[in-house]
């Protein structure tokens, strides 16, 4: 099976699992585990204050910004990994991220961080020459190079971003993935959507939607 299909079966299954009977609790799943199991966990469940969530980390974006987990404090964000050079799957990626700012461009309550899988060569001169040929809004959309190691420790084993599902990896495999991960305003994963495929972003802005009226 290759990585493509892999990936794209464990959006499959959120969804699929998203369409079936909802217990009590929130319209959105949460996602705790490598294998994108969703749970539905209501604020009064004994599981709630143990769901995952993404630790501190802080990275430069594209203006040379510091972008740390109180950049997001209290908003919706969005986030994947590409790098610059790549001629594969970030064009798309890049592209249906770049649909996600335009319908979100004027709500401070969302924003988009892009990791680099390539920090090493993607330093902030590159980052800023791509996101202008790409349209990037600085504050809206931010384009994160950093240390390596932490960028690939955060993907694989915080954003469950590796390419094998359901396996961390040793960490030193390189990162090359089309998953999406939607997080809610208190860094836990609520969906994972396939980048390339204008349709996955379609339920990505109604699930944006969708956690908006979440208290």
């Known amino acids: 099976m290759t990585r493509s299909l892999q ?4 959006a ?19 996602i705790s585990k490598p294998d994108f199991t969703p749970e539905w966990i209501a604020k009064g469940d004994s599981g709630y204050a143990s769901i995952h969530r993404i630790p501190s980390f802080s990275f430069t ?31 798309k990626l890049t592209a249906n991220m770049a649909i996600l700012q335009e319908s979100f461009k004027n709500d401070e309550e969302v924003i ?3 990791h680099s899988v390539t920090p090493d060569s993607d330093s902030i001169p590159i980052l800023k020459k791509y996101a202008e ?5 600085s504050g809206k959309w931010h384009l994160l190079t950093g240390p390596r190691e932490a960028i690939y420790t955060l993907a ?36 994972v959507y396939n980048g390339t495929l204008p349709l996955e972003m379609e339920r ?3 699930d944006i939607g969708t956690l908006k009226k979440e208290e």
């Open 7 to 10: 990936n794209s079966l464990a």
């Open 12 to 30: 499959l299954l959120v969804l699929t699992a998203s369409c079936k009977q909802k217990p009590p609790g929130p319209d959105l799943p949460f």
């Open 61 to 91: 974006d594209q203006d040379g910004r510091t972008v740390t987990e109180k950049t997001v404090e209290g908003k919706i964000y969005v986030a994947d990994f590409f790098f610059t050079r790549c001629a594969g799957i970030c064009p």
């Open 112 to 114: 988009l961080l892009s």
């Open 133 to 137: 040929a790409k349209g990037v809004i």
């Open 156 to 191: 694989k084993k915080e954003y469950y971003a590796g390419d094998t599902i359901g396996f961390y990896q040793t960490g030193n495999e390189f990162l090359h993935t089309e998953n999406v991960i939607l997080l809610d305003k208190h860094r836990r994963i609520r969906g």
């Open 204 to 206: 990505l802005i109604e």
